[in-house]
Nanobody, 121 residues
Framework: QVQLVESGGGLVQPGGSLRLSCAAS????????MGWFRQAPGNQRQLVAR???????YYTDSVKGRFTISRDNAKNTVYLQMNSLKPEDTADYYC???????????????WGQGTQVTVSS
């Protein structure tokens, strides 16, 4: 069984910073990509940032220049450094991993249970 364990959420003032962490564990042969999604009340879940096993990164336009995604492949862990936070960043943040159990298997998508980020004065 694969598990994604998230941490780092909380309450922060506008302009502040938080760092989210997500560690994948279980029977994993390889991870194609790990990323972060967020969902605010009344909104669809959207991709915030993603990093592939090869190090390629993607950011949604609204967080470019403020958020940085990084990975530690040896630990199957992904981080999201969130700087210059704005109230509109308030949401539940979900870790996602696309992984394979072995080299001949198709990829599977797994989700963390979410961590709350609230940006408010």
């Amino acid at each position: 069984q694969v598990q994604l364990v998230e941490s780092g959420g909380g309450l922060v003032q506008p302009g502040g910073s938080l760092r989210l962490s997500c560690a994948a564990s279980g029977s994993i042969s390889s991870i194609d990509a790990m990323g972060w999604f967020r969902q605010a009340p009344g909104n669809q879940r959207q991709l915030v940032a993603r990093v592939t096993s090869g190090g390629n990164t993607y950011y949604t336009d609204s967080v470019k220049g403020r958020f940085t995604i990084s990975r530690d492949n040896a630990k199957n862990t992904v981080y999201l450094q969130m700087n210059s936070l704005k109230p509109e960043d308030t949401a539940d943040y979900y870790c996602n991993a696309v992984l394979r159990y072995d080299s001949g298997s198709p990829s599977f998508s797994y989700w963390g249970q979410g961590t709350q980020v609230t940006v408010s004065s």
